[in-house]
């Protein structure tokens, strides 16, 4: 009898010292970003508008002027921003417009479309914001409905993981928010 309360002792030992493995809990990453401070952009271009002043523009060689990169250095992202004189053909630049976001709904969770409208301005159009992991999480156009349109998206130079870009995203959106809001033809 000895030796089998001893063995029950020694497998309760043995089972007791086992340590219980829990998963550690989702979290995300603590990342900051500076208060965002902007800029007005003045040029010859037929508008004006405010960019962040973390941000840089580039024109392509071979690109119109009015048509630049807005790149984000730190963040390894870039508006592509565009610019076209209306000639006869608002329809199709709208219809192209608006064909852009949805060619990210394969990837896309979900496209939330909001109509900006800003009669003072004389500024119209739309501002969609993509969720998932598509190659834009954000895009606009504006048009003054008569001589101006212009577009811009945003892209990361990374493979497009939602949960990863969402920080950066975030804050991007929020630029581009600022652009459409400040947006003013000449």
Same mark, same amino acid.
């Given at each position: 009898m000895p030796k089998l309360s001893c063995v029950i002792i020694l497998v309760f030992g043995l089972l007791g010292c086992e340590s219980n493995v829990q998963?550690?809990?989702?979290?995300?990453?603590?990342?900051?970003?500076?208060?965002?401070?902007?800029?007005?952009?003045?040029?010859?271009?037929?508008?004006?508008f405010e960019i962040n002043q973390i941000a840089k523009i580039e024109t392509p060689q071979n690109f119109d002027p009015c048509s630049f990169n807005i790149r984000y250095?730190?963040?390894? +992202?870039?508006?592509?921003? %565009?610019?076209?004189?209306i000639h006869n053909n608002l329809k199709s630049l709208l219809t192209d417009a608006q064909k852009l976001p949805l060619k990210h709904t394969i990837k896309a969770d979900a496209i939330e479309a909001d109509i900006f409208t800003n009669d003072v301005a004389k500024t119209y159009g739309n501002f969609y914001e993509v969720e998932g992991d598509a190659a834009s999480? +954000?895009?606009?156009?504006? %048009?003054d409905s008569l001589q101006h349109f212009v577009t811009g998206s945003i892209y990361f130079k990374t493979a497009p993981n939602y949960d990863s870009i969402l920080p950066a995203a975030?804050?991007?959106k929020n630029d581009l928010k600022h652009i459409v809001e400040s947006m003013r033809w000449k």
């Open positions: 998963p550690k809990q989702k979290a995300f990453l603590a990342l900051e970003y500076q208060s965002p401070s902007y800029q007005l952009i003045k040029s010859d271009c037929p508008f004006q250095p730190k963040l390894g +992202a870039t508006i592509f921003f %565009t610019y076209k004189p999480q +954000a895009q606009f156009y504006l %048009t975030s804050y991007i």
